[in-house]
């Protein structure tokens, strides 16, 4: 498969990056913050995501969506990441999406139509530590009657206060550690016995900490089989990696565009910094790692797209890569900006706070490498 993007998905590239660009730039996030508004996002301008289709990208065409891949996603990732856009397109266009896929008829009925019109949010919940460890699940879910009974607590899921549904990784068997044993439920806003506390994040986005107490679910709530949750939960995972890894190749570019253009206005002795040798030679470094992380991103996405087994590989690879890019970029851009970099009235400090959040986000740069390591066999 070539590593560039087809005529078509460059022309969704060029729409999407319009349109984020006009509708939602780094001064729509700003206001966000300053209002401290307790969504994290806006809904009119996800409802405008809708309009534009971009909802619908992963959903498949029998069923409302558009039937495109990954590739798609991450084209409009890659703008929200470049405008540090609210928005809940990663958790729920994605990894919510790709949840639902193996669901029963009626819950892809139900919520499908929903997110496709830009009438939903969903949050993905799976760590239970301070660290991504998702065989570590130890939140139960016990039969009750016809259904289950899940009991337990959830951290870090990103907009979990809000959602509408909530994609919940559980443990029907076995203990803290085991593969086999996860089942996956889909839970509800509002259900019963849940609570969800939300907390400011670094880039002022929000995430939640949910406590499902005694949450009573019917049997129809299961994603998958039970006790078998392990392989879907794997290719969730892997699609939010990887649509992380868009996002952060986003973050990356609009770091390095700005550092970039400051480099040729910004004078010192009388001329432009960015033809002092030394920091044209830093500006080539990054400009390398980002390419060498944009064809990683873009070979997972290509392997996620054929159901080809490397893809949960590629996909730790790409998290890596585009970690260490992503960080190098926004390290650049604060340093080559000097001591203004570091204060609040210049964009480049925000995309420090949002990589550094995407850097941990479904695991960073150093858990996938030790996971690449533990498959080699290492």
Request: aromatic share 6%; charged share 20%.
């Amino acid at each position: 498969m070539p590593l560039f993007l087809t005529d078509e998905q460059s022309m969704l590239r060029d729409t999407a990056r319009q349109f984020v660009a006009v509708t939602a730039p780094i001064s729509h996030m700003r206001s966000l913050r300053d209002a401290r508004d307790p969504a994290g996002f806006d809904r009119d301008l996800w409802k405008q995501f809708a309009e534009m289709g971009f909802t619908a990208i992963l959903i498949p065409e029998g069923e409302g969506g558009l039937g495109l891949g990954h590739v798609e996603a991450g084209v409009v990732l890659e703008e929200i990441g470049r405008n540090l856009t609210p928005s809940p397109f990663l958790s729920t266009a994605v990894t919510a999406v790709t949840a639902l896929k193996p669901g029963s008829a009626d819950l892809r009925q139900i919520w499908f139509s929903r997110i496709a019109a830009g009438e939903a949010v969903a949050a993905l919940a799976v760590d239970e530590g301070a660290k991504h460890r998702p065989a570590q699940i130890a939140l139960k879910a016990e039969r009750s009657g016809n259904g289950f009974r899940l009991t337990g607590a959830k951290s870090f899921v990103p907009l979990g206060h809000v959602a509408d549904l909530i994609v919940v990784a559980a443990r029907t068997a076995g203990s803290p550690g085991d593969t086999d044993g996860i089942t996956l439920f889909a839970v509800d806003k509002g259900a019963a016995g849940l609570t969800a506390t939300p907390e400011r994040l670094a880039d002022a986005s929000v995430a939640a900490q949910l406590r499902l107490e005694g949450v009573e679910l019917d049997a129809d709530a299961v994603i998958g089989e039970v006790d078998q949750g392990w392989p879907g939960l794997s290719r969730i995972l892997s699609a939010g990696r990887v649509g992380a890894s868009s996002e952060m190749l986003g973050v990356g570019g609009g770091a390095m565009d700005m550092t970039i253009g400051y480099l040729k206005e910004r004078r010192q002795f009388g001329v432009p910094i960015g033809s002092f040798q030394a920091l044209q030679h830093r500006a080539a470094h990054l400009y390398s790692e980002m390419e060498v992380a944009r064809a990683a991103v873009l070979k997972a996405q290509q392997l996620l797209d054929a159901d080809d087994p490397g893809a949960d590989r590629a996909a730790l690879v790409a998290k890596a890569m585009t970690g260490l890019a992503a960080t190098l970029a926004v390290q650049e851009g604060v340093q080559m900006h000097g001591g203004i970099g570091m204060t609040d009235e210049y964009d480049i400090g925000f995309y420090m706070k949002r990589g550094r959040l995407l850097a941990e986000l479904f695991g960073d740069t150093n858990w996938a490498a030790d996971q690449l390591a533990r498959m080699s066999g290492y």
